[in-house]
């Protein structure tokens, strides 16, 4: 005797699963093309600032400016590298990093005490402390900074420009930080006391590694405002020897004159630094970012 066989399901039935899949896939065209647009518009005034940095003065004024040069000439980047450029970029990296590993370690060892001591009175009010510095503009502020670092005999140095840089990282990389910490299992936490781990040796042991996407975030955002930062050096800085990058800048514009070439080489020598920090750190930055301020 025969039998029937029903026909098994085609693989390209639709079903509610198959339709939902497909809906998921489609593509917004819209926004793609939005960002598109905008992906031109922020590129452009970089591209502008590079390939201007290779011409000649003559060569600028003569071709259009959004056009490679005809020439390629590195005689603008040899003009501002004999200018003390060197000195002035050791000074913003001494700046830079004299500023971010004290203000990173002490903001992750004031986050993992705020977290874990969440029911101490003390630890509730230092935090409110932090999230009323992010409220103190830096401007509002630079009178007072200004005198405390004369009464300290350290004015035209460039400690003066790292000590105050500390304060104000501080607030924000707290905020992430804690934020981050949250997100930690406790359960992980009680595993290591119960192994016999101090709450210090919990927090570089656990905490720590745990904690390197926002510790990579604090670190580069804070680096980019200090790196770029122009008014403390204005402020407490008066000899050349003691100038970051920022503030060099605006001699370099003096010095020649209307030369936009030179002015575009010195820029692009002072955002490679950045360039290159960001590339290294682009994941973990993007992953801190969104565990920070996801809730």
């Not at 501002?80 to 002490?106: K, M, Q």
């Amino acid at each position: 005797m025969a039998t029937i066989t029903k026909p098994a399901p085609s693989p390209t039935a639709s079903t509610p699963g198959a339709r939902r899949r497909r809906q998921a896939m489609s593509y917004n065209w819209l926004g793609g093309g939005l960002s598109w647009v905008w992906l031109f518009v922020a590129m452009l005034p970089i591209y502008w600032i590079v390939i201007t940095s290779f011409k000649t003065q003559d060569n600028y004024f003569i071709t259009n400016s959004l056009l490679p040069p005809s020439e390629f000439t590195f005689e603008n980047y040899k003009t501002v590298i004999e200018n003390d450029f060197v000195r002035y970029f050791f000074n913003s990296a001494i700046v830079t990093v004299g500023a971010i590993v004290p203000a990173v370690l002490i903001s992750f060892m004031a986050a993992f005490a705020i977290v874990r001591g969440a029911g101490s009175r003390l630890l509730k009010g230092m935090n409110w402390i932090f999230l009323m510095g992010l409220a103190i503009p830096l401007q509002a502020v630079i009178i007072p900074v200004y005198l405390i670092i004369i009464k300290l005999k350290m004015y035209d140095t460039l400690a003066a420009i790292i000590l105050p840089s500390i304060a104000f990282a501080i607030p924000l990389s707290v905020l992430v930080l804690s934020n981050f910490i949250r997100d930690v299992p406790k359960e992980l936490f009680e595993s290591m006391r119960m192994d016999g781990a101090s709450e210090w040796g919990t927090m570089w042991r656990l905490a720590f590694p745990l904690t390197r996407p926002a510790l990579v975030t604090v670190t580069i955002y804070n680096a980019l405002g200090i790196w770029n930062g122009f008014l403390l050096p204005l402020v407490l800085t008066q000899s050349p020897d003691q100038r970051t990058i920022p503030l060099a800048l605006t001699n370099f514009q003096g010095q020649f004159g209307v030369n936009i070439p030179a002015i575009a080489a010195s820029v692009t020598l002072t955002t490679l630094p950045i360039v290159l920090l960001y590339a290294i750190g682009r994941r973990q930055l993007l992953s801190g970012l969104t565990a920070g301020f996801g809730k």
